[in-house]
């Protein structure tokens, strides 16, 4: 089945880090951008991160910038997600998605119809 895997979440203490993990089953991300999402509790889901196809044009939330790094594998045909200094605002589901049309997608909006879409990872920060 095509489809795009997360794993990676879990509960870390405040100013603790995590890497998440969003491997593509099925296909190739050589010609797929991918964003990062995160919806937590009574929330809006929110863009948090993207990386383009080409694995080198990024872009973050500015909750997120200066903590958070995306980064594309290809030999493992997997996109990361390195979250350091976690905060407790940061507890939510993480989900990633993958769309091949880099342009649309790079403003990461949480509404636009994705080719793939993941399950989610929960993030718990909490001491």
């Known amino acids: 089945q095509v489809r795009v895997v997360e794993s990676g979440g879990g509960l870390v203490e405040p100013g603790g880090s995590l890497r998440l993990s969003c491997a593509a089953i099925?296909?190739?991300?050589?010609?797929?951008?991918v964003v990062w999402f995160r919806q937590a509790p009574g929330r809006e889901r929110e863009g948090v991160s993207y990386?383009?196809?080409?694995?080198?044009?990024?872009n973050y939330a500015d909750s997120v910038k200066g903590r958070f790094t995306i980064s594309k594998d290809r030999a493992k045909n997997t996109v990361y997600l390195q979250m350091n200094s976690l905060k407790p605002e940061d507890t939510a589901i993480y989900y990633c998605?993958?769309?091949?049309?880099?342009?649309?997608?790079?403003?990461?909006?949480?509404?636009?119809?994705?080719?793939?879409r993941g399950q989610g990872t929960q993030v718990t920060v909490s001491s």
């Open positions: 998605a993958a769309d091949s049309k880099d342009w649309m997608i790079s403003n990461m909006s949480p509404t636009y119809d994705y080719d793939y």
């Open positions: 099925g296909f190739t991300l050589d010609y797929y951008a």
């Open positions: 990386i383009a196809s080409n694995g080198w044009e990024t």
